[in-house]
């Protein structure tokens, strides 16, 4: 919809070192589609191996027979890639840098040595309650070290994890645990979270309640908080880890075993059990995590996510610790105690790579840039950003105040399902754009697909549905005991490609810009419009801290535009400034995209990784209540409510 050309930013100062440079990229990714054998057979060997594979690829998208196999015949052992393998070079090294909730507790340093340690031991903690080989462990935790422990103890052994956010209910918790039929569940005391606890024990004490009886529990004693204690079920872990042995001998595993089952988040309805396997899995985590976020020895990388969302898994655990990487665990919250943690956090361990989501960004930015300005961020050399497109304003501030204009921001499209980074710019190499995804990382080839007829749209600018058409190492396999949803979740709208249910748009550079989930692409009169471009809009306005747009049924229109406007601490709603934001949109875009109606929300209702659920806002924006589908992925009910409050006083 946007005409204008947006200008590049090109790549700051004291990028001539970096991994991928100009040239190397437009080499590498044509190698990367024209010799894909080639190419990862060679980048597969980044990783040890304890058998080598002869069969590279093996994948087939086509409808009733997709199938997805990397490296087939080899055999490898991922905690191996993730510790042992360094402990030569690297064992005094940091491995794990644990920074607690509360400010005033002194920040942990594990290294790997200590990581080997802890990992063997549960492994054999686990193996003492007859875990095995592709048995499933749940892991429901708050962001310490032990939760990273149990990952890997669990990939020692061959034990399929299924990590479940620490901030989902007990009932989310029991779905998750018996739709993958977990043995055990692995679990703390309490979690500190922003000054509160979280009381992860009875939380599963109430999941359990509707499992098996068979399932154990793993309780790590973290806060000490007293909890109720089932003799025969429940476990002292840090005990039973302190009697076992140090050594436990890693299992040999097929690069197609699965390593981890994760269910996504959950902003489009039912979850869904994604399910990765080691060996592919593996190299595109570590490979996306050195060269994306340009990570080199001596760095230190903090990424802000939770354990219970990929990112977490792919960088905060398997990428940085697979390129014997140090890497940050917070346990905290990004406001607490005070608006500048992240950036006492960045001065305080001298952070190098900075990973973050706009939900974070954007309501940091309400806070102002005093809160960064007082901290020292001179370590920083690489910003990044994931999980929802990142409007311009939010990649502006970040941009300046942050990264003080001298850190590319790599703004990374991926999903639970790709494993790692799909479309992103790279440090060095790709000159960025705010809210432009940029260019695919290697191995990656995207299509733009009409969403009507599935024409393939060939040259730039292009508009459509988001798909890939090849197979990466990074990809998921199936959906856990359902490989029919999995076909029809992904490759039956398009025969022939992955479809990823987002939107997008190729501009004139062969930049992507991601406009947000297809689900939620609103149809006014005629014309097909992504939420973010209306969003971005809305944010760019300086009164304005969020906002999220969805469509619903006009009389004339087809669709029409409703807005949900979250102001900037201190300002007032009124009519006033409903109808300066029209105007601002109208001239910001179009008159075509100018909301119909504008809802004053003091929050919106999020995902607890932090999206806004359109699918949620749709339902309030058409009056319709009774069905507002599944919500037990919501962060804070009573936002809903609100919402359907003042809907209701609008008449
Ligand atoms: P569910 O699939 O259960 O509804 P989810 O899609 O929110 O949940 P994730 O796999 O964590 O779960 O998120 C992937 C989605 O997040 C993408 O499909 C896309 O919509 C959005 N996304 C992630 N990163 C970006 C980005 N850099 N730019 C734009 N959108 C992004
Ligand atoms: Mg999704």
Request: net charge negative.
């Amino acid at each position: 919809m946007t005409t204008e050309t947006v200008e590049k930013h090109p790549i700051p100062p004291g990028f001539e070192g970096a991994h991928v440079g100009p040239s190397d990229y437009a080499r590498l990714y044509d190698e990367s589609i024209s010799d894909p054998e080639g190419f990862w057979g060679r980048e597969g060997r980044r990783i040890d191996w304890i058998e080598p594979y002869a069969k590279v690829k093996n994948t087939d998208f086509t409808l009733g027979r997709v199938s997805i196999k990397w490296f087939e015949d080899g055999v490898l052992n991922a905690s191996v890639n993730c510790i042992d393998r360094h402990l030569p070079k690297r064992a005094g090294q940091t491995a794990i840098i644990f920074e607690p909730d509360d400010p005033e507790t002194p920040a942990r340093h594990i290294t790997y040595a200590e990581l080997s340690d802890k990992v063997n031991r549960l492994a054999n903690v686990l193996l003492s309650q007859g875990v095995m080989r592709g048995d499933r462990v749940v892991i429901y935790m708050p962001m310490i070290p032990e939760a990273a422990y149990a990952m890997l103890a669990c990939a020692r052994i061959g034990a399929i994890h299924s990590i479940v956010f620490a901030g989902f209910s007990p009932d989310a918790l029991a779905n998750r645990i018996n739709d993958c039929g977990a043995k055990l569940v692995i679990t703390a005391d309490t979690a500190p979270r922003g000054g509160r606890r979280t009381a992860l024990k009875s939380n599963t004490d109430a999941a359990l309640l509707h499992c098996s009886d068979k399932v154990r529990c793993l309780v790590v004693k973290h806060t000490g908080d007293q909890t109720t204690w089932i003799e025969g079920r429940d476990v002292d872990v840090l005990r039973l880890m302190e009697e076992v042995s140090p050594d436990c001998p890693p299992r040999p595993m097929g690069a197609e075993d699965p390593l981890f089952i994760l269910y996504t988040s959950g902003s489009t309805g039912r979850p869904k059990g994604v399910v990765h396997t080691t060996g592919g899995y593996l190299v595109y985590a570590a490979m996306t995590h050195q060269y994306v976020f340009d990570y080199k020895d001596g760095d230190v990388f903090w990424c802000t996510a939770d354990v219970g969302w990929v990112t977490g898994h792919s960088y905060i655990v398997y990428g940085p610790l697979a390129n014997g990487a140090t890497t940050v665990m917070f346990e905290g919250v990004p406001n607490f105690p005070d608006p500048g943690r992240f950036w006492a956090v960045c001065e305080k361990h001298k952070v190098t790579q900075f990973y973050t989501a706009p939900t974070a960004i954007r309501s940091l930015m309400g806070q102002g840039p005093e809160w960064v300005e007082k901290y020292d961020l001179s370590s920083l050399r690489v910003l990044g950003s994931v999980g929802e497109p990142i409007n311009p304003e939010a990649w502006n501030w970040y941009d300046r105040h942050v990264g003080q204009g001298r850190c590319p921001i790599v703004d990374t499209f991926w999903q639970t399902e790709t494993g790692g980074h799909m479309i992103t710019s790279i440090p060095g190499a790709i000159e960025t754009k705010p809210g432009a995804a940029t260019l695919p990382f290697f191995g990656v080839r995207p299509a733009v697909l009409d969403a009507q007829t599935g024409a393939v749209q060939e040259g730039n600018p292009a508009e459509g549905v988001l798909c890939i058409a090849d197979s990466w190492p990074g990809q998921m396999r199936t959906l856990w005991g359902d490989h029919q949803r999995f076909e029809e979740a992904y490759f039956q709208q398009y025969p022939g490609y992955y479809f990823t249910g987002d939107g997008c748009r190729r501009d004139e550079d062969g930049y992507y810009w991601i406009t947000g989930r297809v689900d939620d692409v609103i149809n006014v009169s005629g014309h097909r419009m992504g939420t973010a471009e209306v969003e971005s809009a809305l944010v760019a306005h300086e009164k304005v801290a969020e906002a999220a747009v969805v469509g619903y049924p006009h009389p004339l229109k087809g669709q029409g535009i409703y807005a949900y406007v979250t102001l900037m601490n201190g300002i007032e709603p009124s009519d006033a400034l409903r109808a300066e934001l029209e105007k601002w949109v109208r001239t910001e875009i179009g008159p075509i995209a100018k909301p119909d109606l504008i809802q004053w929300a003091p929050g919106l209702p999020k995902t607890r990784s932090g999206k806004i659920m359109r699918r949620i806002l749709r339902k309030i924006a058409e009056n319709d209540y009774g069905a507002l589908g599944d919500t037990s992925t919501l962060a804070e009910p009573a936002v809903v409510d609100e919402l359907i409050e003042n809907r209701m006083n609008r008449g």
